[in-house]
């Protein structure tokens, strides 16, 4: 089945520094990778997604990047304040039916 | 706003107990998930459905059984509660594949 690797565990920047956080998947057909963001004792929340059929999307100071021939895709955060301190995790869809997450980045952004 | 609903938000049982937790959802989505959250481990899924008569089983279902009342209600059945299923459950729901998940705000549960 589908497997989803996330690095690194844990992350720390300094406000106004970029942050990237990067996940490999191992089903290549494999065809939806959303973002979430989950801050301490709330519910996760979706940041961005990527469909396979698109390399880069942006929205304001957060992007993601797809390279599907190496089955990897990257979250960047820009101008990191200390409010984009959260759990992110990163997932993959299986043929539209379910997703697979990795387990997760600590991001800390220090002021 | 439509809103993932689950209850109760945190329970302390023992083991060998039976536990149901429940998920309601006014978002109109056909597609809800069972997850377990574990330090270090991510969202791991347990059941899901795509309608009323659909159930799947996820990568992690052993122990747990779920039932889909209505296209509205989701939930989850710990028949005999052991230590190990201490963890966050989240419900979610999405319109369908490929669409952004929609998570409620979890049920802590630990078992003594």
């Known amino acids: 089945g589908e497997n989803v690797e996330q690095h690194p565990s844990t992350l720390s920047v300094q406000e106004g520094d970029s942050a990237v956080i990067k996940c490999t998947y191992s089903d290549s057909a494999s065809n939806y990778f959303p973002w979430y963001k989950q801050e301490l004792g709330k519910r996760p929340q979706l940041i961005i997604d990527?469909?396979?059929?698109?390399g880069e999307k942006k929205d304001q100071r957060i992007a993601v990047t797809l390279n599907k021939t190496a089955k990897h895709f990257s979250l960047h955060i820009t101008e990191t304040q200390p409010e984009d301190s959260a759990v992110y995790f990163c997932a993959a869809s299986i043929r539209g039916n379910k997703l697979v997450f990795g387990a997760g980045t600590i991001l800390r952004v220090k002021s | 706003d439509a809103d993932v609903t689950q209850t109760p938000r945190n329970r302390i049982t023992k083991t060998g107990k039976r536990i149901m937790l429940e998920c309601s959802q006014t978002?109109?989505?056909?597609?809800m998930y069972w997850y377990r959250q574990d330090p270090g481990l991510g969202l791991r899924l347990i059941y899901y459905s795509f309608d009323v008569k659909d159930i799947n089983k996820g990568e992690i279902s052993d122990g747990y059984s779920v039932s889909r009342q209505a296209q509205a209600k989701f939930s989850l059945s710990l028949e005999s509660a052991i230590p190990n299923q201490t963890a966050l459950y989240f419900c979610a729901t999405s319109r369908g594949g490929n669409q952004p998940q929609h998570f409620g705000d979890g049920t802590r549960l630990s078992i003594l």
């Open positions: 990527i469909r396979s059929n698109v």
């Open positions: 978002k109109g989505h056909d597609r």
